[in-house]
């Protein structure tokens, strides 16, 4: 996995050599990359955003990042447009393998066939260097937990309809609506 500079919660996490317990990572968002994280996934604000993660050793050479996403979040109403607070609490698990490990090369690119549950983990990714980038993969499962169509409680699809007969159907209807008065 590459570096994402364009995340604001960005955390470089050393796996050259990981401790036997594994490297605990926390990451409190502060103000300025909350208001970021609102602006890039569509969101009228980010209330509180924490990764509590734990960067461990996988396999021969591979990595295991587990731990979970928490963040209050306000977005828009579909329906209404006002305001919708919701809290997020996302799992995050995530496997990686050096770019040029066997087993990463004779999964991916040996051209056989790789059977994949859908309900199973995903496969591995692959990473190159010493680093991985721990901040940008917990703010990918922090934009997979937003709901992409909030409702506030009670708003229903009625009410807008209900709105849209009072005005005319037509164009020109609407048209002569607006004419003033002689």
């Known amino acids: 996995m590459k570096h994402n500079p364009e995340s604001p919660v960005s955390f470089l996490a050393n796996v050259a050599r990981l401790p036997n317990k594994g490297l605990p990572v926390v990451i409190e968002a502060d103000a300025g990359q909350r208001a970021r994280l609102a602006q890039l996934h569509g969101l009228a604000s980010v209330e509180r955003y924490r990764a509590e993660l734990l960067v461990t050793s996988w396999k021969r050479n591979g990595v295991k990042v587990s731990g979970n996403v928490e963040a209050d979040i306000v977005q828009e109403c579909i329906i209404t447009l006002e305001p919708v607070e919701s809290r997020i609490f996302e799992e995050v698990s995530a496997l990686y393998l050096p770019e040029d490990s066997k087993l990463g090369r004779e999964g991916f690119h040996a051209g056989g066939e790789i059977l994949l549950a859908a309900d199973g983990p995903d496969s ?59």
């Open 124 to 182: 591995p990714e692959t990473f190159t260097g010493d680093t991985i980038d721990v901040g940008a993969l917990a703010e990918e499962f922090f934009e997979l937990a937003i709901d992409p169509y909030p409702r506030k409680q009670g708003a229903d699809l009625g009410q807008a309809e209900d709105e849209a007969e009072d005005v005319p159907d037509s164009p020109f209807a609407r048209l002569s609506a607006l004419k003033k008065p002689s």
